[in-house]
């Protein structure tokens, strides 16, 4: 291409592989992708119908319907509030809006891949802090701040480890960054933590925190791309400068509020998770694998090696059982499992059952 060449960064990106998705056959189980094995709620399918019938029309540019949605069910003050294509756009924008070429993006170990992605895409440093088996460390990233940090990026809880911070630790951590730093408090599994606000309390309180959040978990819209960001009212003014006007689809916007005003349909989804992902972590163990407590919709399941953690995929991919390889976040020796519904969950674990009792 002659002279054509992409911006510094770009070429470092390593490009984001989702979830295995199997052949779809009757008997494959995607536990791949932390999808509500639920589904969609009836009340977001019905609203995306009606609006189909409007499709001929653009979108709101400025999301206000939802936003006041959010900001009714969270308590939030919907002016401080952007909504973006999945929480993965608000990511970007953060990084295209406050990184940019001799920046620094920090963020844990085992941390969620688009973090990296987005930063290098803004021509930004990537840099790692490392964790505390497989918790975030506050003072490792307290102490692998720089100069150039400009933001820090953290999901609570983690995926794909699982595990959470306190709040404590957070606004210890808010509190001990460098003035040019921001920290984003990553929601993604926040619905899943009873009573966890998902950091929102913390960014009310300070000027140096943002949080995302977003439809595809909890909510089951992951197929729509939807996700929203709460921060100060000059950072989500900043960030509305680089969205695109007509961001988000109308049927889009139309689902996301009626599903974020089914609260009780979140409530069945957070109630039944927690049941089938106990259930599943104490299988799962006494079959001689263990995991982390995990606070949000999947198991990290740590087997003895990496051989043996590949090797337990394969066997489960021939059950029909689809689940994630996570070497690509520093843990060749386990997978990622998806909570599914209870048929689900007792496949996977008889399956993991069959094969540890092959290979003891
Ligand atoms: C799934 C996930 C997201 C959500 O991505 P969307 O773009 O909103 O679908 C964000 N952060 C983490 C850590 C996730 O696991």
New binding site residues.
């Given amino acids: 291409m002659a002279g054509i060449t992409a911006q510094p960064g770009i070429m470092q990106i390593a490009p984001y592989v989702g979830g295995a998705g199997g052949d779809r056959g009757a008997n494959v189980v995607k536990l791949s992708s932390?999808e509500n094995p639920l589904g969609p709620p009836a009340s977001a399918v019905e609203a995306l119908q009606a609006a189909a019938g409007e499709m001929h029309r653009y979108p709101s540019t400025d999301h206000a319907s939802l936003r006041a949605a959010i900001g009714e069910v969270h308590g939030l003050d919907p002016e401080r509030l952007i909504c973006g294509v999945?929480?993965?756009e608000i990511i970007t924008f953060l990084c295209q809006a406050f990184a940019g070429p001799g920046d620094e993006v920090l963020y844990p170990e085992h941390g969620?891949l688009m973090y990296k992605i987005s930063a290098l895409a803004a021509g930004a440093t990537p840099v790692v802090a490392p964790e505390r088996d497989r918790v975030v460390d506050v003072d490792a990233l307290l102490e692998a701040c720089a100069e150039r940090t400009r933001l820090v990026f953290l999901?609570n809880p983690a995926?794909p480890t699982g595990t959470m911070i306190g709040e404590g630790e957070l606004a210890r951590l808010a509190e001990g960054l460098p003035d040019q730093a921001l920290l984003v408090i990553?929601g993604?599994y926040a619905e899943y933590v009873e009573g966890y606000d998902g950091g929102a309390a913390l960014v009310t309180a300070r000027d140096n925190v943002f949080m995302t959040r977003?439809f595809?978990?909890l909510y089951g819209l992951?197929g729509l791309?939807v996700?929203w960001g709460y921060g100060k009212a000059e950072v989500i003014d900043i960030l509305n400068r680089v969205r695109g006007p007509f961001n988000l689809s109308a049927p889009a916007l139309a689902a996301a509020e009626a599903a974020i005003r089914d609260r009780a349909y979140a409530e069945r989804c957070r109630v039944e998770n927690a049941r089938m992902r106990t259930w599943l972590a104490r299988a799962l163990a006494e079959h001689g694998v263990p995991s982390d407590t995990s606070c949000a919709n999947f198991i990290l399941a740590r087997f003895a090696s990496a051989d043996q953690a590949q090797a337990a995929d394969a066997f489960l991919q021939e059950r029909g059982l689809i689940v994630r390889q996570v070497g690509g976040y520093g843990l060749p020796a386990a997978l990622r499992i998806t909570v599914g519904d209870e048929e689900a969950c007792i496949r996977v674990a008889d399956a993991i059952g069959a094969f540890m009792g092959g290979a003891a």
Avoid: E, Q, V
């Fill in positions: 932390n999945g929480s993965d969620f999901a995926n990553d993604a977003t595809s978990k992951g791309r996700g």
